[in-house]
Structures are given as C-alpha cells and as structure tokens.
C-alpha cells in the first residue's frame, strides 16, 4: 500500500522540479531591436502578454517578425506605451516549458530600453535628401529639358 502511495508521489515531486528547473534555466539570452508593432494581453484560462517586433534592417526592405511573451507586469505596461517605438528588448529563450499557460512562444522578455525617434534615412545628411533625389524625397518623373 505504501508503495503504490510512493510512486506517484514521486511522479509529482520529478514533475514539479522539472517545471522549477526550466523556468529558471535559459537556453539563450539576447537582444532583438526593432519596431513594436503588436502586444496583447490574451490567453483563455492562463493571460499571457504576447508581442511581435518587426525587425528592419534597411528602409523599404521585408521586416522579419520576432514573437515574443512577457511576464513581468511592470515591463508589459512599458512595452504598451512604447508601442509603434524603435525598441530594444532583452530576452530569455526557455525550451521545455510545457503548454501554452507559461506563453506562446519560447522567447520571453525580460527588459527592454527605447532607442528614441526614428533614425534618418541612410544618406541623407541633416534633413537633405540623399543624392539624385528632390528634397521631398522622391524621384520626379519629369525629365529634364
């Protein structure tokens, strides 16, 4: 009878040190910098604050998308008034986290710092148009006579 008590007992006692460990345990740490352009609190049972950063490299190229989840209260109310910024976010990527309750994707921000206002445009020089462009920015159609 003890014996059948035992087992799942310590079913549960490896189960629960392994939810311990991989919450604390990060595979990776890093920043991704770009542009919050999504942040909902969602989840039916378990509310997550979930977000999408579209990473530019250069104007007018494709973004690439980072999903990420937040925990913290405090940096989810910053990253919400943040939102459409340039912002730089710390991450932890955590692998073997089971479910959805813990977020939906794996890589989960700890922090995060705005890099202010938009940067200008790869060469134009204090508000000056790049070379062969007019100063409104955009090629004329016009030719020259």
Request: with cysteine; hydrophobic share 45%; aromatic share 10%.
């Amino acid at each position: 009878m003890k014996k059948l008590l035992l087992v799942p007992l310590v079913l549960v006692a490896l189960t629960v040190l392994s939810l311990v460990f991989f919450w604390h345990w990060s595979y990776s740490t890093g920043d991704r910098a770009g542009y919050l352009q999504k942040f909902s609190h969602k989840g039916w049972i378990c509310k997550t604050w979930e977000g999408e950063l579209a990473m530019v490299t250069l104007p007018g190229t494709v973004s690439e998308k980072f999903l990420f989840t937040v925990h913290d209260e405090q940096v989810a109310q910053g990253l919400r008034k943040a939102m459409g910024q340039r912002v730089d976010l710390q991450y932890e990527e955590k692998v073997g986290l089971p479910g959805s309750c813990f977020g939906e994707t794996r890589h989960f921000v700890v922090g995060f710092t705005t890099d202010g206002p938009v940067a200008p445009v790869p060469g134009a020089a204090n508000g000056a148009a790049p070379a062969g462009l007019p100063a409104s920015g955009t090629a004329s159609a016009a030719a020259a006579p």
